[in-house]
Every structure is written in C-alpha cells, then in structure tokens.
C-alpha cells in the first residue's frame, strides 16, 4: 500500500521514498538524543502534491528522446511538493526520570525508516539480478 502511495506505478517510488528518508532524519536524530517528553498516539503526516509528481510525467512523456530534464534534479530542487510532519500532540508527557529515551517512538519511527529504505534498496536489488541473470525475474517455478 505504501508503495503505492509514493506512486510505484510511474517508477518514482524510490525517489520518493528517498527524499522521505531525508526529510525523517532530523526526526529520528530529534528522537535519538531527547529525553524531556514521551509521546503517545502522536503521528508522523506524509504529505506531497501528486499534481506536481504528474507534470513532471507529462514532460517527460512529451519530451523528445534525451532532452527531459532529469528527475532527480526536478524533484530534488523544489522542496515544498513534499513534506513531513509530526502531529497529534494531545499525549505527549514530561519524562518522569528525564533520562530515558522515548523508545516507543524510536521503534515506530525506526520501522518506517526501515521500510522506506527497503522500497529505495529493492530497486538495487533488481539492478544487480538483471546484471547477473540478465532477467528482473530470479524467482524459480516449482512443479
């Protein structure tokens, strides 16, 4: 569903879920040296503008061989089309000792991160069977 989301269809999704990983690091940095508060119920909001995505698609579609700008400079070089947000504050409590991180949180924030970068190295994955199998298919059918 995730991968959907970041518009697996039109082979962004990597890039997508690359600039989502940047974007998360200052969170995860924030989370892996605070320890004033604990958050509960809080969320992270991913946002980006499908809209710009799909231009950026149709010039691509109806440029002439070569001469489309490459995606990553397109997408890299406007920030605002994507974003991220941490949401749902109602929860959120002083740290009765001060000294513990939030775990729970670096747990599910570490388990999106995780899946993020498995949907940006499972395009590596790909590359490297089709160098070695000539093929994106390495699965076997059985009898």
Same mark, same amino acid.
């Given at each position: 569903?995730?991968?959907?989301?970041? @518009?697996?269809?039109?082979?962004?999704?990597?890039?997508?879920?690359?600039?989502?990983? /940047?974007?998360?690091?200052?969170?995860?940095?924030?989370?892996?040296?605070?320890?004033?508060?604990?958050?509960?119920?809080?969320?992270?909001?991913?946002?980006?503008?499908? =809209?710009?995505?799909?231009?950026? $698609?149709?010039?691509? @579609?109806?440029?002439?061989?070569?001469?489309?700008?490459?995606?990553?400079?397109?997408?890299?070089? =406007?920030?605002?089309?994507?974003?991220?947000?941490?949401?749902?504050?109602? !929860?959120? !409590?002083?740290?009765?000792?001060?000294?513990?991180?939030?775990?729970?949180?670096?747990?599910?924030? /570490? @388990? $999106?991160?995780?899946?993020? =970068?498995?949907?940006?190295?499972?395009?590596?994955?790909?590359?490297?069977?089709?160098?070695?199998?000539?093929?994106?298919?390495?699965?076997?059918? @059985?009898?």
């Amino acid at each position: 569903m995730l991968k959907q989301f970041l @518009n697996a269809p039109s082979g962004l999704d990597k890039l997508i879920a690359q600039l989502l990983l /940047d974007k998360l690091q200052p969170i995860q940095k924030f989370f892996n040296t605070q320890r004033m508060y604990n958050f509960y119920s809080s969320s992270i909001l991913i946002s980006y503008d499908a =809209r710009y995505v799909a231009n950026y $698609l149709k010039t691509q @579609n109806n440029a002439p061989d070569g001469s489309a700008p490459d995606v990553e400079s397109v997408l890299k070089g =406007r920030d605002c089309w994507l974003r991220v947000w941490m949401i749902d504050f109602a !929860h959120v !409590h002083p740290n009765p000792t001060g000294k513990e991180l939030d775990l729970n949180y670096i747990y599910g924030l /570490d @388990n $999106l991160v995780t899946i993020l =970068r498995n949907i940006v190295n499972e395009y590596e994955r790909v590359a490297v069977t089709e160098s070695v199998y000539g093929s994106k298919s390495t699965s076997t059918s @059985n009898p």
